[in-house]
């Protein structure tokens, strides 16, 4: 037996680990010192009363002989989950088959899993900084990545070069870990340039219900001619909390095909289906049950109320930001804070500033690509009370 030597080309230390080494160090020799963690993108608000009971419902039925179920037939989501989304994404004038929704236990798990449908030679563009389970996955599968830029200049919000060919393109909008959010102009030139390369856009949504500007696009489907070129994953993790529950959907329109090696066409939801049949058994009733709650009156009422939690946490970041002239992205329309790290430190150096001057825990930008080299990202998912103590933290070691 061999190893697949793909890992091997892996960065050696996950970002999230080392950040974790790090802070265990920091606290074994500092053990008075109190942290403010505002690093790792979970929620930290819990699950809202609405979804709760439906998920008590569902377990009491689980003990019911006459209620009680089993495997899910099709494995791809039950029908009242499946339209409970297509009822979401018809509030903001996007139309979805029940067919073409596909639940799952969170957008991370396909957006890795995706590339287990993609050829030999795959060339995946990526943007630069990105998630690293776009990247990562990817280099496990043998593939080859190449990067478009996202930098200051153009806010963090890169755009194809017509001079390179891709076959694979992901983009993450609201934008995970910059905060940018791609207008409908922007994610149109998108469309056209897969379009024209044959290619495939992965478009995650995971942070689509932070965006409260009505012009700005909360699914790739609001956009002309994306329906034959992309898959879109969503997440429930960040719009109602489900870091710990673990559900989520992927939309793959029956338009979308893609060829063979020998040449043929075929429905890619077709493929997709046929790997999640070998692969995955499903999400468990309860929590479909929690699912669809989220997206009844009074679900979306309590979760929007989370929402503006986290979004108000945000502002005081930004505002503080704002009054020390630092530049960043993001806040508005997404719980992260992508900064520009103060006094030209790398983003690892600022990492132990903020952790040793501050007491935060922050999560330094290198970990993203070398766009991040100098940027550092706050996220949005603490406390009123800690947040604002962050913050004054922050003022007074850069003073």
Known sequence: MKINENFSRLEKNYLFIEIAKRVKAYETAHPDVSLIRMGIGDVTRPIVPAVIEAMKKGVDEMGDPKTFKGYEDSGTGYDFLKQAVASYYQSFGVTVALDEIRINDG??????????????????????????????????????????????????????????????????????????????????????????????????????????????????????????????????????????????????????????????TVRLSEIWNRRQGSKFNGVSYPVQCAAAAVFTEEGLK?????????????????????????????????????????RGM????????????????????????????????LTAFNTPENTKRAMENLKNALK
């Open 302 to 342: 309590q979760i929007r109320e989370n929402i503006a939690y986290y979004q108000n946490n945000a502002k005081i970041i930004g505002d503080t930001l704002d009054a020390l002239g630092i530049f960043y992205t993001g806040g508005k329309h997404s719980p992260y804070i992508w900064m520009k790290c103060p």
């Open 107 to 264: 957008a991370k798990s396909d957006t890795g899993n995706i590339v287990d449908v993609f050829g030999k030679g795959t060339v995946a563009l990526i943007t630069d900084p990105a998630y690293p389970v776009y990247v990562d996955t990817n280099i496990m599968a043998g593939n080859t990545v190449i990067y478009a830029d996202s930098t200051e200049e153009n806010g963090f919000a890169a755009m194809p070069d017509p001079n390179v060919r891709a076959d694979v393109i992901y983009l993450c909008s609201p934008n995970n870990p910059t905060g940018s959010v791609y207008t409908k102009e922007q994610l149109k030139i998108w469309v056209d340039y897969a379009k024209e390369n044959d290619a495939v856009i992965i478009f995650d949504a995971a942070y689509e219900a932070f965006i409260s500007d009505p012009t700005l696009p909360r699914s790739i489907f609001e956009i002309e001619g994306a329906r034959t070129c992309a898959v879109e994953m969503c997440s429930l993790s960040k719009t109602a909390g489900f870091t710990g529950m673990r559900c989520g959907y992927t939309v793959i329109p029956n338009e979308l095909t893609a060829k063979t090696e020998s040449g043929d």
């Open 346 to 377: 790398d983003s690892w150096t600022f990492f132990d500033f903020l952790l040793d001057q501050a007491h935060v825990v922050g999560t330094p930008g290198a970990g993203f690509g070398k766009n991040g080299t100098h940027f550092f990202r």
